[in-house]
């Protein structure tokens, strides 16, 4: 069973950049779809970015230009670069992984088996 755990979250101000990680276990790397969602306090998780296992990327409208996600499956790790950071993009941010092929519902938060507990980025104004 694949086990996820995020790190680098922080606080930066607005218009600064950070790079959270997304350390994978259990698992071989290049079998799963994997994504990025970010969820504030009482709102729904919201879909970030995402590769899939053919290696097509995907990003959320609100991000594209801003943040890149990539993924070192040899290190069995997923980044999510994140620059020009809006205090709207404060959240908790969580990666998530599947093991069977997702293509319309590469956006979708329950189309995912495998969740991290999340890391904290907050920008400030």
């Known amino acids: 069973q694949v086990q996820l755990e995020e790190s680098g979250g922080g606080s930066v101000q607005a218009g600064g950049s950070l790079r959270v990680s997304c350390a994978a276990s259990g698992g071989t790397a290049s079998r799963y779809s994997t994504a990025w969602f970010r969820q504030v306090s009482g709102g729904e998780r919201e879909f970030v970015g995402a590769?899939?296992?053919?290696?097509?990327?995907y990003y959320a409208d609100s991000v594209k230009g801003r943040f890149t996600i990539s993924r070192d499956n040899a290190k069995m790790t997923m980044y999510l670069q994140m620059n020009s950071l809006k205090p709207e993009d404060t959240a908790v941010y969580y990666c998530a992984a599947s093991s069977t092929e997702i293509l319309s519902t590469v956006r979708t938060a329950g189309a995912y088996a495998y969740w991290g507990h999340g890391t904290q980025v907050i920008v400030s104004s």
């Open positions: 590769i899939r296992r053919g290696g097509y990327i």
